[in-house]
């Protein structure tokens, strides 16, 4: 898998998968059989919390969100694991648009967070603010992609 086939869900898989072949030499699927995918984080916390399902990977800023909306959740449930900060979304604008645009668009983006409506946008992603790109960003990214990878040729699992 490369970065341009990464998003929360596929990012998270992979961060348990490589905690289970770290500790118990299995992928996810043969660790906790079959698992659902759901597009919202309350159709993953609350099976758990009604214990239809027994558990469950969300972003912390969704099950803080969901426990803020009823605190018995919090209460009842408790994370197990927490991963290293992922940090995605990456914004990407193509070359020749740069050239015509790019100090109009990087300036834009830059002072999004300094106005109402550029607010309003950012937080209906759950973003404070934007900055610039820099490698770094992905340095937890790439170091779990290069585990995975390993201890899949490592177990000859595919």
């Known amino acids: ?35 659902r995918r759901t597009r919202k984080a309350g159709q993953a916390v609350l099976p758990v919390f009604f214990g239809k399902a027994g558990t469950c990977i969300v972003t912390q800023e969704a099950f803080d969100t969901m426990v803020e909306l ?20 990456v914004i990407s604008i193509r070359e020749d648009v740069i050239e015509e645009y790019g100090t109009v668009i990087e300036e834009s983006l830059r002072s999004l967070h300094t106005d109402a409506a550029g607010k309003q946008l950012l937080s209906l992603f759950h973003i404070d603010k934007l900055v610039p790109y820099e490698p770094r960003f992905l340095k937890n990214i790439l170091e779990l992609l290069a585990r995975h990878e390993t201890l899949l040729g490592s177990e000859g699992i595919n």
């Open 1 to 35: 898998m490369n970065l341009r086939e990464l998003g929360f869900g596929n990012l998270s898989r992979i961060w348990l998968d490589t905690i289970l072949l770290e500790n118990f030499g299995i992928q996810t699927d043969s660790f906790f059989g079959p698992v």
């Open 70 to 89: 009823n605190p018995q959740l919090g209460r009842e449930l408790r994370p197990l694991l927490l991963s290293p900060e992922f940090p995605l979304p």
